[in-house]
């Protein structure tokens, strides 16, 4: 098992990739809009952009072989039906809420600042202790196993013979 840091690393190393992953899920299959945002005008429109019946045809065109997540905005976009881009959008905050609340469990299982490094000594020599016990009472547990399985084989070869 991995220490408490490493842990905590890897954590907020998967939380981001959450947040990446929900953002691309958002921005790839959010409904489109069903009318055009007014643009402000004061900004020139674009001339480079293609127009909406060039997306449509090229979306139609080539959605067959797209892949599932591109882009949002080109024509490989796949919306979502908004009852299922909702359902979506709620699971992706709940993993996001539950991987936060296992990264403050490991917060708060970390020493804390006023903890002495002294308490912190004693501390690892008692933990250090109840593994040694620990290991002694395994390494009984295992001679034991290893009396009972040699009396099954003796068991099991007095049964061949007969």
Do not use: W
Not at 94 to 116: F, G, N, W
Not at 135 to 159: C, D, H, N, P, Y
């Amino acid at each position: 098992m991995a220490d408490r840091l490493t842990q905590l690393s890897d954590c907020l190393d998967q939380l981001a990739t959450q947040f990446y992953a929900s953002l691309r899920y958002i921005t790839t299959h959010h409904p489109l809009p069903t009318q055009p945002r007014p643009s402000s005008p004061s900004a020139p429109p674009p001339t480079d952009a293609p127009t909406q019946t060039q997306t449509q045809t090229t979306t139609n065109n080539t959605t067959a072989s797209a892949p599932h997540d591109e882009v949002p905005g080109s024509p490989y976009q796949r919306p979502d039906t908004p009852d299922t881009f909702t359902a979506a959008t709620r699971e992706l905050a709940r993993d996001l809420v539950l991987k936060q609340r296992q990264i403050e469990a490991l917060i708060r299982a970390l020493p804390e600042i006023e903890t002495s490094e002294e308490e912190q000594r004693r501390r690892i020599r008692g933990l250090e202790g109840e593994l040694g016990r620990m290991e002694a009472e395994r390494g009984e547990v295992v001679r034991e196993k290893e009396k009972l399985v040699g009396r099954v084989e003796e068991v099991i070869g007095r049964v061949r013979r007969v």
